[in-house]
């Protein structure tokens, strides 16, 4: 008897939450399946595979709401107006029919559930894997901020030229251009590391939380720019030998590094890399902070 009492006071409990989960599927689901499908096939815009990192932050956000699911639940409900605007955007986003906007419309639509429900306080608690969702949600911001990375390309090119010219070939730069036994190679806008830039701040943000370090400022900061640094000498490190490969006549190496799984393995490896970068800054840290406690003057 007991039982039955407790049955339909947990589905009175857990039936918003149900019925919300429903909707977002069957609104969303669909877009989910082109979005892993363009991932994972290419079969995206190129500017669209920049967030492709979205196969593994997306189910991480759903794995952070639920571990965090009490918090929801046991939260007060707390109806804010701002909900009902980002909900009612959301919704004009999403019948837009562009593509853009459609995309965009499930962080907004997200947002807007967590206000309406929660207030401010539920988004306090769910902040981060909101944070997930939005930078996983394809948008045009590669395209946008293409024409602004040309110093950044200039970068690349002069730096790979330097390199190649202290291993004893003949290199010739020209902004983003390098000209290496007779073949040209260009340091294209999708050649400046933006989009393995974007994937090497997303997972260091998933380690993050992981961690349970992103609750300290300093070893988050640290950490975020000690990963920034190594994706951008990453990139040097894949221009630089794409461009060796192709002025040296070895176009079946350039075509795997550029193309094939080449890349795919400097990517995993420099991602690889920031797990014992991440236990590099806590050492430094706590010693630091031992260092802190030791020089304290005695009471």
């Known amino acids: 008897m007991e039982v039955r009492q407790k049955s339909p006071a947990l589905l009175d409990r857990y039936l918003p939450s149900i019925a919300i989960a429903v909707l977002l599927l069957v609104m969303y689901g669909p877009l989910m399946v082109h979005w892993v499908d363009g991932w994972l096939n290419k079969s995206i815009s190129i500017e669209h595979e920049y967030f492709s990192h979205g196969l593994l932050g997306i189910p991480y956000a759903v794995y952070m709401v639920w571990r965090e699911r009490h918090r929801w639940h046991d939260s007060t409900d707390r109806a804010n107006l701002l909900g009902a605007i980002a909900i009612g955007l959301a919704g004009a986003f999403y019948l837009s029919g ?3 906007l459609v995309n965009l419309s499930l962080p907004v639509m997200l947002l807007g559930i967590c206000l309406w429900f929660k207030g401010i306080e539920g988004l306090r608690g769910f902040w981060f894997p909101l944070l997930l969702v939005l930078l996983a949600t394809p948008n045009d911001l590669p395209y946008l901020i293409a024409p ?3 110093w950044l390309q200039s970068a690349i090119a002069g730096t790979a030229g330097f390199i190649l010219t202290m291993f004893g ?3 010739t730069v020209a902004e983003i251009y390098l000209l ?16 393995m830039l974007f994937t090497t701040i997303y997972v260091a943000l998933i380690l993050l939380d992981w961690t349970g370090i992103l609750s300290s400022r300093g070893k988050s900061i640290a950490f975020l720019s000690c990963a920034i640094a190594i994706s951008v000498i ?3 490190f894949r221009n630089t030998i794409l461009t060796f490969f192709y002025g040296t006549g070895r176009d079946d190496l350039f075509h795997w590094l550029h193309e094939g799984w080449g ?7 420099m991602l ?3 797990i014992p970068t991440l236990n590099l800054v806590e050492n430094v840290a706590g010693l630091l902070s031992s260092d802190a406690d030791n020089t304290e003057p005695a009471q």
């Open 169 to 171: 070939l003949n290199v």
């Open 180 to 195: 290496v036994g007779g073949r040209m190679v260009e340091v294209a806008p999708h050649c400046a590391g933006i989009k």
């Open 148 to 150: 602004y990375t040309m």
């Open 263 to 269: 890349g795919d393995g400097i990517s995993i490896v």
């Open 234 to 236: 990453t990139n040097v």
């Open 272 to 274: 690889g890399l920031l």
């Open 98 to 100: 562009l593509w853009d």
